[in-house]
């Protein structure tokens, strides 16, 4: 078995003060990583890097909103000036602002948009600057969601962003492939305070906050779990092990690791000459119309009780 190693690479993790960015910070910490801690909450943000020095890593807090220019270069600049370099970047923060369609505000719109799109352009774009310099390759780590693969009611801003994120990742693994940087995105599924308010899971999580395994039918059915059950993806991803890996969407949680397919055509057909309104409604049923796709993530399947 290959043994992961990122001794002397250094890393910037954005939203790492609580949740997943937390577990995916201390991964690449324990694995030899030097991390640059990000957060808009100082508090978390200083107490993650405290976390991690004290289980023998190392790390800096840099408090900052990610989503400009700005703090993209202030993340890339504070590991060059903490660490010499920079060799992974994971864009991890986030926030929700949910509401149908017809409910959503230009402001829940646009601060979804600006934290998770925005923020993972400007940082990548800061950080493949930085990369190519150093000339030695390095590892994109993009965090995309189950809503932006499949849509989700009730998530414009954040299905629309998340599949951004996801186009991101196969059209810079294109971009920077001769520079020897991949480019994934990853699908975490995780219970966090972004997902502990899903009625559905609340009990579970509870009880799991208790001292309790979470049951198998979620570890595995759902491959729901912890924050620290998805964090292995990264440091994995960041690593030798991982060089060929690029341009790929990956799901991660409890006890399941899932490869994703990309958007593609799967049923054509053909008229001489091209289509009319009229051929089109004749030939659909029979044809591509056959094959109409699902929408939506699946609803959790709980255990006959
Ligand atoms: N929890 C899940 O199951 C799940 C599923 C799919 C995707 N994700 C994604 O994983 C990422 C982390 O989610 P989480 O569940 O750990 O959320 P979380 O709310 O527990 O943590 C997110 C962190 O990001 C920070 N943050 C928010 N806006 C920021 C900004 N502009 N700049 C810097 N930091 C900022 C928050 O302060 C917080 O500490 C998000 O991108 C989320 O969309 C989570």
Redesign the pocket.
Known sequence: MPSIDLTGKAAVV??S?????LAYAHALAAHGASVVV????EA?AEAAVKSITEAGGTAVAEVV???TTEAAERLVNRAVEEFGRLDILVT????LRDKVLWKMTDEDFDAVIT??LK?TFTCARAAAVRMREQGEGGSLIL?G??AGQRGNFGQTNYAAAKAGIAAFARTWSMELGRANITVNAI????A????ETIPAFAPYIEAMKNGEPLPDFLRKGEGFGT?EDCAALVPFLASEAARGITGQAIGIGGDKVALWSHPQEIAAAYADGGWTPDTLAHVWPTSVGAELQSVGIPAPKFPEA
Do not use: Y
């Open positions: 954005t939203g003060g609580r949740g997943l960015g990000n957060d808009v909450d978390v909103p990610v989503g991890n923060a986030g926030i934290t998770h923020g965090v969601s189950p699908v975490p599924v995780a966090t305070a972004m997902t924050p």
